[in-house]
């Protein structure tokens, strides 16, 4: 793995420190010797506190690095990576081999996302090829309200729907996925295949892949609020039927 992006070494300065934090985009780096033994990290958060002190840019990192910094072994197991980042402060670990030099790097992002890829734990991962923006999803508008995805991989996706009083989804069906519903708050009448029924804060509500259905917000005041699990290979909005729609989007 190419941790290049990640290192400085001491002698460097701290300009040549905030050019190499603002290519990586990561906020911080692993400070190393010649030999790639780990010295330290530092972040942006070092470099602003040595401004404070009166530091100016091209005074070398050595004055400004974290010597006593968190980082884990290449032989630590799960739960000892996960209890660290537990704690709040830490949002990177640096992985140490047995002789003391710099081996890997894990964030807290990279944690998240292995997770959720459902990809082995291994330190030995090249975490770097991770795309951490899966975590990165965007809350998104529609004419009955708006649902904001939180997390998707291969197999699954899920969301938290929010309809609007008096909001209510198309009659639509998905060929490549079936879905799951569990009302969180409001009620509401859903609509699955040919039957109609009255759903409430902790409904669940199983739709097949190819079955019509929709959900409508009863309420003229409160919000429906929806989780909702997707399971099968494809989650893109094209795969949408529309057959009936109050807002006028079948085309």
Same mark, same amino acid.
């Given at each position: 793995?190419?941790?290049?992006?990640?290192?400085?070494?001491?002698?460097?300065s701290?300009?040549d420190?905030?050019?190499?934090? +603002?290519n990586? /985009? *990561?906020?911080?780096l692993i400070?190393?010797?010649d030999?790639?033994y @780990? %010295?330290g990290t530092?972040t942006?958060g070092?470099?602003r506190?040595g401004f404070?002190?009166?530091?100016?840019i091209?005074?070398?990192i050595e004055?400004?690095y974290n010597?006593?910094s968190?980082?884990t072994?290449r032989n +630590?197991?799960f /739960? *000892?990576?996960?209890?660290l980042?537990k704690?709040s402060?830490?949002? @990177? %670990?640096?992985?140490i081999d047995?002789?003391g030099r710099?081996f890997n790097?894990?964030?807290?992002?990279?944690?998240?996302?292995?997770l959720?890829?459902?990809?082995?734990?291994?330190?030995?991962?090249?975490f770097?090829?991770l795309d951490?923006?899966l975590?990165?999803h965007?809350i998104?508008?529609?004419?009955?309200?708006?649902y904001?995805?939180?997390?998707?991989?291969?197999?699954?996706?899920s969301k938290?729907?929010k309809?609007n009083p008096?909001?209510?989804?198309?009659?639509?069906?998905?060929?490549?996925r079936?879905?799951y519903?569990?009302?969180?708050?409001?009620?509401?009448e859903?609509?699955?295949?040919?039957?109609?029924?009255?759903?409430?804060?902790?409904?669940?509500?199983?739709?097949p892949?190819?079955?019509?259905?929709?959900i409508?917000?009863?309420?003229e005041?409160?919000?429906?609020?929806i989780a909702?699990?997707?399971?099968?290979?494809?989650?893109?909005e094209?795969?949408?039927?529309r057959?009936?729609?109050?807002?006028g989007?079948i085309?």
């Amino acid at each position: 793995m190419d941790l290049t992006n990640y290192l400085i070494k001491p002698s460097e300065s701290i300009l040549d420190a905030l050019t190499k934090i +603002d290519n990586n /985009n *990561k906020g911080f780096l692993i400070v190393v010797d010649d030999e790639k033994y @780990f %010295l330290g990290t530092i972040t942006d958060g070092d470099i602003r506190r040595g401004f404070i002190k009166g530091m100016n840019i091209n005074e070398k990192i050595e004055k400004v690095y974290n010597k006593e910094s968190e980082k884990t072994f290449r032989n +630590d197991e799960f /739960n *000892k990576i996960v209890d660290l980042f537990k704690k709040s402060k830490i949002k @990177f %670990l640096p992985i140490i081999d047995e002789c003391g030099r710099l081996f890997n790097v894990i964030t807290k992002t990279n944690m998240h996302v292995l997770l959720l890829k459902d990809i082995q734990f291994d330190l030995d991962y090249d975490f770097t090829k991770l795309d951490d923006s899966l975590l990165e999803h965007e809350i998104y508008n529609r004419p009955w309200g708006i649902y904001k995805t939180t997390f998707i991989n291969e197999y699954s996706q899920s969301k938290i729907i929010k309809v609007n009083p008096k909001g209510i989804l198309s009659l639509q069906e998905h060929k490549r996925r079936e879905e799951y519903w569990v009302v969180i708050n409001g009620t509401g009448e859903v609509t699955i295949g040919e039957s109609v029924k009255k759903v409430e804060s902790g409904s669940f509500i199983y739709i097949p892949k190819g079955c019509k259905h929709r959900i409508v917000n009863l309420s003229e005041i409160k919000s429906l609020m929806i989780a909702e699990v997707q399971l099968g290979d494809y989650f893109g909005e094209d795969d949408i039927i529309r057959y009936e729609d109050a807002y006028g989007r079948i085309q």
